[in-house]
């Protein structure tokens, strides 16, 4: 079946550097990926839609500057956190979607621990 | 806009117990709903999806789920709950022109042996 894979599964890094998240659609082309964090004990709160070759769109309080999204391809998208700080500290999943699928595709996720 | 709402955050249930997750939505087109399972510390897996087909919906490890248009309702059952079965579970429901897929505030179940 359709697969995303995540990485880092795990990060950690100090306060005011940037870190890369990459999620990877495998044999399956994502034509839209969403962007979730999740706070410990928390739900998914989605930060973004982003599609392919066209600007991300974030939702209500999500930084665009901080949280830089890039989707060049089908199958590649990835989430840049800029100036990391403790309070960015969370549980970062993507989720590949394409169309004419019922579903959506799941990354493992990514802790982020800032420091 | 779209909406879901998981009553109980917290369900516990001996093993072997009947195990029912609430969920409510809210959804201006025909909806498309799901439910997923979250062990700690690792992605989420799909239990189930409702997608205007039938309207009661087999999924994996025992789950199944009814769509009830008239109550907004979707809830989550298994006839016998095992130990494994604790995790936390989440309700979602996708629809429109986006397909954002939203989540509910999730429901923390625990088996009691």
């Known amino acids: 079946g359709a697969v995303v894979s995540q990485h880092p599964s795990r990060v950690i890094c100090k306060s005011g550097t940037s870190v890369k998240i990459e999620c990877r659609s495998l044999?399956?082309?994502?034509?839209?990926m969403f962007w979730y964090r999740q706070f410990p004990k928390q739900s998914l709160m989605l930060m973004a839609t982003?599609?392919?070759?066209?600007?991300?769109?974030?939702e209500q309080g999500v930084e665009k500057d901080k949280f830089l999204i890039n989707h060049a391809s089908l199958t590649l998208s990835t989430l840049t956190v800029t100036s990391a700080h403790p309070e960015d500290s969370s549980f970062y999943i993507c989720?590949?979607?394409?169309?004419?699928?019922?579903?959506?595709?799941f990354g493992s996720g990514t802790r982020l621990t800032v420091v | 806009a779209q909406s879901v709402t998981q009553l109980g955050s917290h369900v516990s249930v001996s093993e072997g117990a009947l195990v029912l997750l609430r969920c409510n939505y809210s959804?201006?087109?025909?909806?498309?709903l799901f439910w997923y399972v979250q062990y700690p510390n690792q992605g989420l897996q799909l239990l189930l999806k409702?997608?205007?087909?039938?309207?009661l919906v087999k999924g994996i490890n025992g789950f199944e789920a009814e769509f009830k248009k008239s109550e907004t309702s979707f809830h989550l059952t298994k006839p016998s709950a095992h130990m494994s079965d604790a995790a936390e579970y989440f309700c979602?429901?996708?629809?429109?022109?986006?397909?954002?897929?939203?989540f509910g505030t999730g429901t923390l179940l625990a088996v009691q042996p």
């Open positions: 989720s590949g979607y394409e169309m004419g699928l019922d579903g959506y595709t």
């Open positions: 044999d399956f082309q994502a034509t839209t």
């Open positions: 982003s599609n392919e070759g066209s600007k991300a769109t974030y």
């Open positions: 959804s201006s087109v025909p909806p498309y």
């Open positions: 409702y997608t205007s087909a039938a309207t």
């Open positions: 979602a429901v996708s629809g429109g022109a986006t397909n954002k897929l939203i």
